[in-house]
């Protein structure tokens, strides 16, 4: 089977490969999984500007979305559903869409409700919701999630509690690559990501170490543990 000719994948297994679209906190994050063999398209994470990263590349990186995978309920990693269920129903896609993320993640709920609400007897296709409790079986890919650690920056002096957020292990014919999704540091973590063949590790601040976000000095030790990784969904200080 054939793979998109482009200069353009962060990681090349046999049977999977892995973009990240884009990824900065705070603003979105966007990644794909392609599996080779099926030439599905894994799209994992959807925020702001998804329609942009996704009409600059062939169609059949969105045409062969199987599934979308959520980690959690922020608006930079669920920003542009609405607007993929949109441009999904509006180039008339058939086939079913797989929806999966953690249950209790009130903004996807509400999302699909206002999407499913809004246009009821006008999609195309049939979106199929997968509130994920560990792992799934789609052909021979399985997607295992595991729960990490994070919540809301603190906001107005704030603290927040935990929300449900997982990370992701994907794993076809023993080709397994994870992404942590936004997490704090915890014991447990380590045994995730160990030699998996290739990790996407968040890397929010600089040094700064909070309970809800790794630093990149905390990402880079972790992904040592992985045959290969990159770090991801780092902060960008804003302009004055
Ligand atoms: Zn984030
Ligand atoms: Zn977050």
Not at 1 to 30: C, N
Not at 100 to 124: M, R
Request: proline share 4%.
């Amino acid at each position: 089977m054939t793979s998109p000719q482009i200069d353009f994948w962060d990681w090349e297994g046999k049977h999977l490969k892995v973009r990240v679209l884009y990824s900065k906190a705070g603003l979105a994050t966007q990644i794909l999984v392609f599996d080779i063999e099926e030439q599905h398209i894994y799209l994992v994470d959807v925020g702001d500007g998804i329609l942009r990263d996704l009409v600059s590349l062939p169609k059949m990186f969105y045409e062969n979305i199987q599934a979308v995978l959520c980690t959690h309920g922020h608006f930079d990693h669920v920003g542009g559903l609405f607007s993929l269920l949109g441009f999904l129903r509006m180039i008339n896609r058939s086939k079913e869409l797989l929806l999966i993320f953690p249950s209790g993640v009130t903004e996807i709920e509400g999302i699909v409700t206002a999407f499913q609400k809004s246009y009821s007897d006008s999609i195309p296709y049939k979106l199929k919701i997968h509130e994920i409790e560990k792992e799934t079986q789609i052909n021979q890919v399985t997607i295992a999630s595991f729960p990490v650690q994070h919540r809301g920056s603190i906001i107005g002096g704030k603290e927040l509690p935990n929300i449900p957020s997982v990370g992701y292990i994907i794993e076809k014919q023993g080709e397994k690559i994870l992404y942590t999704g936004d997490t704090g540091y915890f014991e447990g973590l380590k045994e995730f990501i160990e030699d998996v063949d290739f990790a996407l590790i968040e890397g929010t601040f600089k040094d700064k170490k909070t309970p809800f976000h790794l630093s990149i000095p905390e990402a880079e030790e972790l992904g040592k543990l992985a045959k290969k990784h990159k770090i991801i969904h780092q902060h960008t200080p804003r302009k004055d």
